[in-house]
């Protein structure tokens, strides 16, 4: 049972990055830096919160977010694409605006509190017919409809990317701009779409917060940082959406874990004593965990992309002007 | 190449230093000739639903009852230089009295009042102050989680539950005495409840409160209440239909128990107790020092039980003479017949059996929030946890 409610846990937190996480895959897949995810993800939070409350309808607050963070997403196209300014720094200021936006618009939201519209929940009670394991896998499958939603969206992403003929115009544009161009690919115009495409999920992401999974508007402790191990994890994923998303629930699961190694005496059925029970200062070490194994893994993760020849898109950051190959 | 990235590494740095900096020019607001004047700082948002909020309706209601007073609040104040860079402003632009309302305040405050010492410095939470112009004030929340946990108790008995939990904060032992009276409190009315705990190190992270009101629940406990600032074990709670659900008991601000789920919630109700340390320094009655009020002060509440409140969900079933005995407690703590120190009065029993408090026998003062007894020089401390809470001393 509570290795289900570990699972289940994982999921919805892991739900959460892999949104943005997503996004941040296709755009720099395009050849475009993506580091204001945290800001998109603070704006789309705000945004359906508020729409949410206003409209009534979740779902309208759903698209309100995406709209907003895609219209904040415009504006990082506009600068590194059009104006071809560096993608470093526009990403970043572009995430200073999105954060600076939504706290200002979003002041006054934590006084709705309990009477905004939320995204429905999914529950199989049936399953709770089939003895322990239908309890397990009851925990399992109750989770929101975001959750279902970011599950179903992996095969798809990985799908559009490696098997269909705008997948590979995506890659084409990411790894030989100048190649995809000669080809009659609108370079530009594909890396505007998936800029702001990317934007729009990561504001997905922040909606998943705010009306679905941890309900609430916390001003920037909404996403608390959430956006930039979303970064961290489209380098993790190798720009890869399956292995970004084991990375996401992973994350999701030592999060959970560290909660739960907090409360019980003892481990493995009582196994053996639990230190963190016994010394309850060492849970300070423990919440570094996750962040911690972030950067294990990125580091193994350098060593086999290295070894594979795999790895960043040729031309990320990189802006395209037709006839300039070469010149930096 | 090289030489653009250099450029673009300068013009982060120059954006990571500079950007904050703007952001950090605090409003500080003037002053009025002739009025007295007040400023409350605080750490987090005013609508923040906790810790923030109440002290916020504190600065409200010395507006609406101090004569002759100009009130003003800050928000957002973070701990640490720009805290030290707001009390210095407000106190050189003449503010009489000054209230700080976070922990890390106290020595940006401490040193402000020595440069300043015709303003008044009163630091809410911590331990120093100079006896002079540099004051500490608490209060005796433990007088309400007792009776939170004489409630929860009840809860749990009532539908044939007998696991409690609760998230606290830090290692401290402000913490451990709020837990221990909410346990102590419990016992009353369900002898065979235990409690797990779980610390989440922080004040106020909303998501993470959320998350480990989640996990006390997953791990069985039916009634969890939080020491940190949002009502997440009340939303959680909300989460759980099946059986008797579970319920979820907030903090600090009496205005965020609306989940159906939020059994009470032990509050702050700062107005009276600011408005009267302000007229006491106008006054020239008023010393700064350790200011730790009790219940006879009317700074504390418990919700359903104070004027004008109804019952919440949770209570409406329970047996009169349970709410009877809330009422009661809460007649005499305003009455100054019950102190903090009746709650710890012997015997006392932490949870490994031994004996804290020897029959007969009551705490000081110095015990209620000292670790250590070797130096602060106090008999008993609070470094132990209360019997039937299931965990190990920081």
């Known amino acids: 049972m509570e290795l289900f409610q570990l699972l289940a846990a994982a999921l919805a937190g892991g739900t959460v990055l892999l949104f943005g996480m997503l996004g941040g895959i296709f755009t720099e897949r395009s050849g475009v830096m993506n580091l204001a995810i945290e800001g998109y993800m603070l704006l789309g939070a705000t945004i359906s919160y508020s729409a949410s409350a206003s409209s009534g309808s979740p779902w309208i607050g759903l698209l309100m977010g995406a709209v907003a963070a895609a219209i904040l997403g415009i504006l990082h196209a506009i600068i590194c694409i059009s104006l071809k300014a560096d993608q470093v720094v526009s990403g970043l200021a572009t995430n200073f605006v999105g954060t600076g936006v939504s706290l200002v618009l979003g002041a006054n939201l934590t006084s709705l509190v309990g009477t905004v519209p939320l995204l429905p929940s999914v529950a199989f009670p049936k399953l709770l017919e089939l003895g322990w394991i239908g309890e397990g896998l009851y925990t399992l499958t109750k989770q929101s409809i975001m959750v279902y939603i970011g599950f179903v969206l992996i095969p798809i992403a990985q799908w559009y990317l490696t098997k269909t003929r705008p997948g590979m115009h995506l890659r084409a544009i990411g790894e030989n701009p100048e190649a995809a161009d000669a080809m009659g690919i609108n370079v530009n115009g594909l890396r505007y779409v998936y800029t702001i495409l990317g934007a729009a999920l990561a504001g997905i992401g922040g909606a998943a917060i705010s009306i679905a999974i941890y309900s609430g508007w916390f001003s920037e402790l909404t996403t608390n940082g959430r956006g930039w191990i979303c970064v961290g994890l489209v380098i993790f994923a190798q720009w890869n959406p399956v292995r970004g998303a084991f990375g996401a629930y992973f994350f999701g699961i030592l999060s959970r874990l560290v909660l739960d190694l907090k409360i019980p005496a003892t481990l493995f059925g009582g196994l053996v004593a639990n230190p963190f029970f016994l010394h309850p200062n060492y849970t300070f070490f423990l919440e570094m965990l996750p962040y911690f194994f972030t950067l294990v893994v990125m580091i193994i993760g350098a060593n086999s992309a290295k070894a594979k020849h795999i790895g960043a898109p040729s031309a990320l950051g990189r802006p395209y002007s037709r006839g300039e190959k070469g010149k930096q | ?394």
């Open chain 2, 1 to 394: 190449m090289v030489r653009k990235f250099s450029v673009l590494l300068v013009l982060v740095a120059i954006l990571v230093a500079v950007v904050p900096a703007f952001a950090q020019e605090f409003q500080i607001p003037e002053i009025v000739e002739g009025k007295t004047n007040v400023a409350v700082v605080l750490i987090g948002p005013i609508n923040d639903g906790g810790w923030s909020q109440a002290h916020y309706d504190g600065a409200v209601y010395m507006k609406e009852n101090l004569e002759n007073a100009n009130v003003v609040y800050i928000e957002n104040i973070p701990e640490g230089t720009e805290s030290e860079q707001v009390f210095r402003s407000l106190a050189a632009k003449g503010f009489d009295v000054i209230f700080g309302t976070s922990f890390g305040f106290m020595d940006p405050m401490e040193a402000v009042a020595e440069e300043f010492p015709d303003s008044y410095l009163i630091h809410v939470s911590g331990y120093k102050d100079n006896g002079e112009n540099f004051g500490n004030l608490m209060g005796a929340m433990e007088h309400m989680k007792y009776l939170a946990g004489y409630l929860a108790g009840q809860r749990a008995k009532m539908d044939g539950e007998n696991v409690l939990g609760y998230m606290y904060t830090f290692p401290i032992p402000e913490e451990l005495r709020l837990g221990n009276a909410f346990m102590i409190g419990a016992k009353k009315t369900c002898p065979e409840c235990t409690m797990i705990v779980t610390p989440i190190n922080s004040w106020h992270d909303p998501i993470l409160e959320k998350e480990a009101a989640k996990a006390l629940f997953d791990k069985g406990a039916y009634v969890v209440f939080t020491g940190a600032d949002t009502p997440a074990p009340a939303e959680v709670a909300e989460e759980y239909a099946e059986g008797n659900g579970k319920w979820g008991i907030p903090y600090d601000w009496s205005g965020s128990c609306v989940s159906p789920r939020c059994l009470t919630l032990p509050y702050w109700y700062w107005g009276p107790i600011y408005t009267s340390i302000v007229e006491g320094i106008v006054d020239g009655t008023y010393t700064p020092g350790r200011h730790y009020f009790d219940g006879d002060a009317k700074g504390l509440g418990l919700v359903g039980f104070m004027e004008g409140e109804e019952l919440p969900e949770g209570l409406k079933d329970m047996p009169e003479e349970v709410l009877e005995y809330v009422r009661n407690y809460i007649a005499d703590i305003e009455a100054g017949k019950i102190n903090r120190f009746d709650i710890f009065a012997g015997p006392v029993l932490d949870n490994k059996g031994e004996v804290v408090v020897p029959e007969g026998e009551l705490m000081e003062d110095a015990d209620l929030d000292t670790f250590d007894c070797t130096e602060m020089g106090c008999k008993y401390g609070m470094h132990w946890w209360a019997e039937g809470i299931e965990a190990e001393l920081p």
